[in-house]
T-cell receptor, first 112, second 113 residues
Framework: EADIYQTPRYLVIGTGKKITLECSQT?????MYWYQQDPGMELHLIHY???????EKGDLSSESTVSRIRTEHFPLTLESARPSHTSQYLC???????????FGEGSWLTVV | GEDVEQSLFLSVREGDSSVINCTYT??????LYWYKQEPGAGLQLLTY?????DMKQDQRLTVLLNKKDKHLSLRIADTQTGDSAIYFC?????????????FGAGTRLAVHP
């Protein structure tokens, strides 16, 4: 069983607030990812990291930013949340190229 | 290009077999995955198949891969109400360094008595 954790699981915040979604994994995986999924829709990669101090933009443009200061930690930040940011954000990690990618349980963000 | 397609809905009777189909476009993909998503939850890895395999069986799950037609299927034997969920097919193409998942839109499986 994978050990990848996301907090908060559910969050409702007001427009303009700053929010950080936390993601931690205890498997020592180098590669970590953030996906965004609107209800009933496809998953889209918004950020990924190949290791410490490595961050890349994904296929879907996002106003969020990420950092990777420690192997186990890959937080996602929205400096000023808007209603269009309302979505589910899924964090994932994997060990090496071609290896299985494990997902966290997701963070549901609602911006009002 | 990278594209994964699935039918959006499937309805089956409890106890019957379910077959969820998927087509992908990038023949460079080395691994193909099936994920399950229950309401309000993240994605759970169900199974995966390496591209040089034709079939993989894991308890009630059977994955069939036709690499020539770029067609992947997931068969669930003796489908139960707990199997009701959205099932996502995903590939890992070479263009993503084999480590970026490209997902289909998901197939919503409904199991009725």
């Amino acid at each position: 069983e994978a050990d990848i954790y996301q907090t908060p699981r559910y969050l409702v915040i007001g427009t303009g607030k700053k929010i950080t979604l936390e993601c931690s994994q205890t498997m020592g995986h180098d590669k970590m990812y953030w996906y965004q999924q609107d209800p009933g829709m496809e998953l889209h990669l918004i950020h990924y990291s190949y290791g410490v101090n490595s961050t890349e933009k994904g296929d879907l443009s996002s106003e969020s930013t990420v950092s990777r200061i420690r192997t186990e930690h890959f937080p996602l930040t929205l400096e000023s949340a808007r209603p269009s940011h309302t979505s589910q954000y899924l964090c994932a990690s994997s060990d090496s190229i071609g290896d299985t990618i494990y997902f966290g349980e997701g963070s549901w963000l609602t911006v009002v | 290009g990278e594209d994964v397609e699935q039918s959006l809905f499937l309805s089956v009777r409890e106890g019957d077999s379910s077959v969820i189909n998927c087509t992908y476009t990038d023949s460079s993909s080395t691994y193909l995955y099936w994920y399950k998503q229950e309401p309000g939850a993240g994605l759970q890895l169900l199974t995966y198949i390496f591209s040089n395999m034709d079939m993989k069986q894991d308890q009630r799950l059977t994955v069939l891969l036709n690499k020539k037609d770029k067609h992947l299927s997931l068969r669930i034997a003796d489908t139960q109400t707990g199997d009701s969920a959205i099932y996502f097919c995903a590939e890992t193409p070479l263009s993503g360094g084999y480590n970026k998942l490209i997902f289909g839109a998901g197939t919503r499986l409904a199991v009725h008595p």
